[in-house]
């Protein structure tokens, strides 16, 4: 089966720096969709929440992703993902979702610029109220899971290497 390796987690789980360095030892390509949302839109993942909301974000968002038309790739998505049903089973449909698993604590300490990262949080909510809502539907899409909290960036890479390999997936050219 001709497949990508689609990462889902929360903020700072390691999807993008992890997702990297997954994609060279797995001789793939990587993509970030959030970058691909920033070039579309033409400013930063936080200027188009402070400027647009949530609301446009996460459409922005769901539209980027269902556009997507790639094979062979690892691909890191936005925390907020799966918070579009559309856009998970585009994916879904594009390869095999890897939830990078982050306890609450460990994500804490790992955002260090909440204030600028592009986090889609609604008005009136904390950090802990987004990692609770978030949680059980990163759970409701992940095809494996990774428990992230005592591995370095490399070996979140070589888990989601291992997690290909012991899998069987194919990645294509």
């Known amino acids: 089966m001709t497949s990508n390796i689609i990462l889902i987690g929360m903020p700072g789980s390691g999807k993008s720096t992890c997702g990297v360095i997954a994609a060279k030892i797995l001789l793939k390509n990587f993509f970030d969709t959030d970058l691909l949302i920033q070039n579309i839109e033409g400013i930063s993942l936080q200027n188009i929440i402070d400027a647009k909301g949530n609301d446009y974000f996460e459409n922005a968002e769901e539209q980027a992703i269902l556009n997507l038309d790639i094979k062979g790739t690892v691909i890191a998505t936005g925390g907020s993902v799966i918070y579009s049903d559309k856009a998970m089973q ?3 449909e594009l390869g095999t979702v890897i939830f990078l698993n982050l306890s609450y604590d460990n994500m804490c300490s790992r955002i260090k610029n909440l ?7 609604k008005q009136g909510t ?3 109220d987004m ?3 978030r949680l ?3 759970h409701k899409w992940a095809d ?3 428990d992230c909290d005592n591995l370095s960036v490399e070996q979140t890479a070589q888990a989601i290497f291992d997690a290909v390999k012991n ?3 194919t990645l294509a050219h």
């Open 90 to 92: 585009h994916l879904k």
């Open 136 to 138: 059980p539907l990163y």
């Open 115 to 121: 204030a600028s990262r592009g986090v889609v949080m």
């Open 167 to 169: 899998k069987k997936i």
């Open 131 to 133: 990692y609770d809502e």
């Open 144 to 146: 494996e899971i990774i």
């Open 126 to 128: 904390t950090l802990k």
